[in-house]
């Protein structure tokens, strides 16, 4: 079964600090590569996505790093802050093969303490 | 511009009744895909619809879940003579074409199975 594995299973940042949540893939095939942010009680919420022509995508404090030859990417979250704290998963998927299925990792709990 | 809705939010079955999930996409988008949840897990894509066809099921149980996407109407994920088992999160997520690996979720719904 294709796998997406996350890392760490939880984290605890201080306000201010880097925020670093990991992920590895299996599937040279995928091709797009979103970061959700779920809080409590909601839906998963698109954060931003990568794909493997660039190493690394920036939308405010979040930055996504992508290693294609070590099959593994990452979410760092700049300056991070108290509203941060929420679940984070990473995902994947192959686009134009007709499914389109994301493949999620088990998520990453993030708590930013004051 | 209304985000994807679902209904209800929240559904209490005893064993062996009928659930019926609700999903309706965002406007202008013709792509459906159902994932569950379990507690503490990530999500796992369960089927991929446009209107009037299902595109992958790969991901459904074989026996009691069904889904559909008439052509009127919002997307239905039915699960027939409920066990504990089934006691999940149901996220409906949409997608607009042609951008189809970009999707965006509704809030759930959270299913208890007595």
């Known amino acids: 079964q294709q796998q997406v594995k996350q890392s760490p299973q939880s984290l605890i940042v201080q306000k201010g600090g880097i925020s670093i949540i990991n992920c590895a893939y299996e599937?040279?095939?995928?091709?797009?590569f979103p970061w959700y942010q779920q809080f409590p009680g909601k839906g998963p919420a698109l954060l931003i996505a990568i794909r493997p022509d660039v190493s690394e995508k920036k939308e405010g404090r979040f930055t996504i790093s992508f290693n294609k030859s070590a099959k593994q990417f990452s979410l760092h979250i700049m300056d991070s802050q108290p509203g941060d704290s929420a679940t984070y998963f990473c995902?994947?998927?192959?686009?134009?093969?007709?499914?389109?299925?994301?493949?999620f990792g088990k998520g990453t709990k993030l708590s930013v303490i004051p | 511009n209304a985000g994807v809705m679902q209904n209800p939010r929240h559904l209490v079955r005893r064993r062996g009744q009928e659930a019926r999930l609700r999903c309706s996409p965002m406007k202008g988008h013709s792509h459906v895909y159902w994932y569950r949840q379990l507690p503490e897990e990530g999500l796992k894509f369960m089927v991929y619809?446009?209107?009037?066809?299902?595109?992958?099921e790969s991901g459904m149980p074989k026996e009691r879940f069904s889904a559909e996407f008439p052509k009127e109407g919002p997307s239905i994920l039915r699960i027939q003579q409920v066990v504990r088992g089934d006691s999940a999160a149901y996220f409906c997520?949409?997608?607009?074409?042609?951008?189809?690996?970009?999707?965006?979720f509704g809030p759930g719904t959270r299913l208890l199975v007595l």
């Open positions: 599937n040279t095939a995928f091709d797009y």
């Open positions: 997520a949409s997608s607009p074409p042609p951008v189809r690996e970009t999707q965006y």
């Open positions: 995902a994947a998927t192959v686009s134009g093969a007709g499914s389109y299925q994301l493949t």
């Open positions: 619809l446009q209107k009037e066809n299902i595109i992958d």
